[in-house]
């Protein structure tokens, strides 16, 4: 007798959504957090306007990175700027926390036109700048502008559209940035020193389907033995981290064992049940731990990317190559 089982790792909460309320300095520069629910109606209580976004060190980033909505001195920040990134710029439409749509596509540096994005060094800020006059965007809808560097996702600020400038005021501004219909976004941000940053570490990674295609051998019982096939992994966009894998169990006394078959690329739903972030070991190496546990090593080569595990039964599998064309969710 065989069956089987998708197993994912963890099970509690992944990351969640936190308010504006902690300040970092007397300049009323307030905390950000990464990823999570974002609500489908923006409209809410009034609140008082924030002077200024920070989102810190948020996502998988060692770096810090910080939205500016207010126009402060260089002075302000303990760290570093970095001029020398070549950040992207994306909006989406943003529905049941999910990229529904994207309604502009990666705005590069030195890009100009309706979307633009330039450094100021002296004012040590990178600044985006959006006429969405042409863009035909919903009122009363959420999009969320995300600023990657080699794909990894720096930070986020969600914008709520309003038809009227009246309809802007009901808008909980220590959430979302006001935007009418038809109207420029214009936002600044920073990005601060620190290690290199890998490029396009988040995506789905899954085992080879012949690596395991007759099993295995990951533990075995007294009546039983247990056979892995195949292992996937989620490296969110902003730090959720999922995993699953299909083990059949066997009896040593089944006379006509059946594996069960490797699941086609992309088929298994991989949910997030934790958190991963990356830092660089002392030979160099990139390792990807979860949820504060050395896990993983992360390899980039001509062939595309491959996580190989640390340990435990994913081992088995001899690492696990990135999928083409997957776009990472938080």
Request: glycine share 10%; charged share 15%; proline share 9%.
């Amino acid at each position: 007798m065989s069956y089987l089982s998708l197993i994912p790792r963890r099970a509690h909460a992944g990351p969640h959504r936190a308010r504006f309320i902690a300040p970092l300095t007397s300049a009323l520069v307030l905390l950000a957090s990464a990823c999570g629910e974002t609500p489908t109606a923006p409209h809410s209580a009034p609140a008082s306007p924030n002077q200024a976004i920070s989102s810190g060190a948020i996502g998988v980033s060692p770096r810090q990175f910080f939205f500016l909505l207010r126009d402060l001195q260089p002075t302000a920040f303990q760290g570093t700027f970095d001029a020398t990134l070549s950040p992207q710029v994306s909006v989406c439409l943003w529905v049941n926390d999910a990229c529904q749509s994207t309604v502009l596509a990666p705005v590069t540096l030195g890009t100009r036109g309706a979307a633009s994005l330039t450094v100021n060094s002296d004012r040590q800020r990178y600044i985006f700048q959006w006429r969405t006059r042409g863009a035909s965007l919903q009122p009363n809808a959420v999009y969320r502008l995300m600023v990657r560097v080699n794909g990894m996702q720096m930070g986020y600020l969600d914008i709520a559209t309003g038809q009227k400038q009246r309809e802007l005021r009901q808008i909980n501004r220590r959430e979302f940035l006001p935007l009418r219909v038809g109207g420029t976004v214009k936002v600044a941000f920073r990005i601060e020193e620190g290690p290199p940053i890998p490029s396009g570490i988040p995506g789905r990674y899954e085992s080879s389907p012949d690596v395991c295609s007759t099993g295995c051998l990951v533990h075995a019982t007294p009546w039983a033995y247990y056979l892995m096939m195949w292992g996937g992994v989620r490296l969110g966009d902003l730090g959720g981290y999922g995993e699953a894998s299909v083990i059949a169990s066997f009896a040593y006394d089944d006379p006509n064992p059946v594996l069960p078959p490797v699941p086609a690329p992309g088929s298994v739903s991989i949910p997030a049940t934790g958190s991963w972030s990356w830092r660089y070991n002392e030979q160099g190496d990139v390792e990807i731990w979860v949820d504060g546990m050395e896990s993983w090593y992360w390899f980039a080569s001509g062939g595309g990317a491959v996580l190989h595990s640390m340990g435990g039964p994913f081992y088995m599998l001899n690492g696990l190559g990135k999928l083409p064309g997957y776009f990472p969710t938080p």
